[in-house]
């Protein structure tokens, strides 16, 4: 595993880290006991960053870290949370005002519940899980954010944004209230680089890349056959009649697997690290084998810069989440 500084936080993380929305929630039969032992193979594997969120289950997918972390009780590992919108509106709308989303009030409410689900007395970085710019300079959610680190509670505050639109945080990114976002940035969905990553490069705030896979299809293991499970919310992401194309694009990919790049995930991981911005990517995983074979990813190499421009021409502009 290899390491990279964390945006101006001094902190050293490694490239891959652990993403626990699939254990949490909404991703089709829960395996616990399986959810602990893959957190528990990927800190043996040096990765010493997991994210999570509240909504994962409401607390399920925080509960499952504080479990593993006991049985791995002398690792030092930085935990990334997110507090909800009090409205649960992703993504967060412009015209709704930020008292509807994040008050100081509801940020210490919710910065407590995830605490207490995690059995820990701080967390080192605590995320909006919705943002948008136009909220930048009102309501008291950064008195919240104040008090919580002044008390100890937590360490870092970054933002998290709504699905491809990694340019609806470039003003807080340049005021210098944030220590990382975290973003959509995948083979398909290459946006960021355009302009969020300059202006985070510029302000030195750290870059978490999210959905690498996105949400699957980039692992090349889908099908235009493959049936999700009824309470996999991806039944509606790759609908029946999406898939075909969704594979057709994805297996045009497979002249990335070559050498020691032994699978597309393993590629798709490469492409995220392939920017100097990011500054680790946090793959979803709930089974062992997708660890092992994900932070064999993190193995100092990048993809070249032929395969970085050829990527260029599989960019794939949609939103499924609608
Ligand atoms: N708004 C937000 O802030 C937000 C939104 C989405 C995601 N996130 C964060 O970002 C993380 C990553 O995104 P994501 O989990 O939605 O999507 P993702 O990482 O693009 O894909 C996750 C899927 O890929 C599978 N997978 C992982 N490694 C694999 C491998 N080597 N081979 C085959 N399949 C593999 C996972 O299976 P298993 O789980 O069964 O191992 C899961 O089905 C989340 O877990 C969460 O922490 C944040």
Not at 174 to 190: M, R, T
Not at 293 to 313: F, H, Q, V, W, Y
Request: aromatic letters at 10%.
């Amino acid at each position: 595993m290899q390491y990279r500084l964390f945006g101006r936080t001094k902190i050293q993380v490694s490239e891959i880290g652990h993403g626990t929305w699939t254990m949490g929630s909404r991703w089709g039969a829960r395996d616990d006991r399986t959810a602990i032992d893959s957190l528990v193979a990927s800190i043996d594997l040096g990765v010493n960053f997991i994210d999570t969120a509240f909504v994962y289950g409401h607390g399920h997918s925080e509960g499952l870290i504080a479990s593993a972390l006991k049985l791995r009780p002398k690792k030092e590992i930085f935990i990334a949370t997110k507090v909800p919108p009090k409205n649960h509106q992703w993504p967060a709308q412009h015209a709704v005002p930020v008292e509807e989303s994040f008050t100081k009030k509801h940020i210490i409410e919710y910065t407590e519940k995830s605490l207490k689900n995690l059995r820990r007395d701080f967390i080192d970085l605590q995320q909006l899980h919705v943002w948008n710019d136009t909220w930048l300079g009102h309501g008291d959610f950064l008195e919240g954010i104040e008090k919580l680190k002044q008390e100890g509670k937590i360490r870092f505050f970054g933002v998290s944004l709504n699905d491809h639109q990694p340019n609806s945080a470039l003003q807080i990114v340049a005021s210098g209230l944030i220590d990382s976002v975290q973003v959509i940035y995948n083979i398909f969905d290459q946006t960021p680089e355009t302009k969020l990553f300059p202006v985070c490069q510029k302000h030195n705030v750290a870059v978490i890349a999210r959905v690498p896979f996105d949400e699957g299809s980039l692992t090349g293991t889908l099908t235009p056959q493959t049936i999700f499970h009824p309470k996999d919310w991806r039944k509606t992401y790759f609908t029946p009649e999406r898939l075909p194309e969704v594979c057709q694009k994805v297996n045009k990919l497979t002249f990335l697997v070559r050498d020691e790049i032994k699978t597309l995930s393993q590629a798709a991981l490469k492409f995220c690290l392939s920017h100097p911005q990011v500054s680790l990517v946090i793959p979803g995983m709930k089974k062992i084998n997708h660890v092992k074979e994900n932070c064999a990813a993190s193995d100092g190499k990048i993809l070249t810069g032929e395969e970085l421009e050829k990527i260029k021409t599989h960019a794939w502009n949609r939103n499924f989440y609608n």
